[in-house]
């Protein structure tokens, strides 16, 4: 199921949106969301989809481990030296939105060391509705949830579900067996969010990340232009 807008999400660019050689810099997009929403293995989905068309890196966060880059190096979606942990050592959006040097760090000596890249996504651990990422880390934003986390989320709102460039609404096969009705919280996405773009996923069917893959793709066409 996939509810989409042709809103035009022009968030600012960052400052340094070129190398200083004068060339584009990759493209940077961060996935926040709940524990257990899916965002590693959307971000695992991405790298699957994109790894044939696009030059890819990733930089993931956990708190006090590297199990999500050890997911995604088990899962073998990138080469090993394209994926890259930082160990926050305090609350995940403390990391992304107040002091955002370590992923900073991480992502400016992932491109430079395995460089050039065309995109860099950058994971957020585990954290609640208020996650948002500072601009000056990333150019864009994903947001995930997960039907299992209760059909009233999208209502609840928050700045993760308002104003992130996109919304990933996860594990839609799992609505029949707890209760989550999923036009209700179409519905309740499209109030909450003015027009901007909602996808409905369910990794586990054929179509997988293909929405959310479309809305990167769109948004590296777009990029390129700068």
């Not at 696009?54 to 199990?67: P, Q």
């Not at 890249?117 to 947001?143: H, M, P, Y």
């Not at 036009?183 to 409905?200: H, I, K, N, Q, Y």
Request: charged share 25%; net charge negative.
């Amino acid at each position: 199921m996939h509810l989409g807008h042709s809103h035009s999400s022009s968030a600012a660019l960052s400052a340094d949106a070129r190398r200083p050689d004068g060339r584009l810099r990759a493209l940077r997009v961060g996935l926040g969301g709940p524990v257990g929403s899916g965002k590693t293995a959307t971000v695992a989905a991405l790298c699957r989809v994109l790894r044939d068309e696009f030059s890819l890196g990733v930089v993931t966060n956990d708190i006090y481990t590297r199990e999500d880059a050890e997911f995604l190096l088990r899962e073998a979606v990138l080469p090993p030296e394209r994926i890259v942990a930082v160990e926050t050592g305090a609350c995940p959006h403390t990391a992304i939105r107040d002091d955002i040097s370590a992923n900073l760090e991480a992502v400016e000596d992932l491109e430079d060391e395995a460089g050039p890249l065309d995109l860099v996504l950058v994971e957020s651990g585990g954290d609640n509705l208020t996650a948002t990422f500072s601009r000056g880390l990333v150019d864009a934003q994903i947001f995930v949830i997960d039907v299992a986390g209760g059909d009233d989320i999208p209502r609840k709102g928050g700045p993760g579900v308002t104003t992130a460039d996109l919304l990933v609404v996860n594990k839609t096969d799992l609505a029949p067996y707890v209760g989550s009705d999923l036009a209700r919280m179409a519905a309740d996405a499209e109030a909450a969010r003015g027009g901007l773009p909602v996808v409905f996923q369910s990794l586990r069917s054929g179509a997988g990340a293909g929405d959310v893959a479309g809305w990167v793709r769109a948004r590296l066409a777009a990029w390129t232009t700068v």
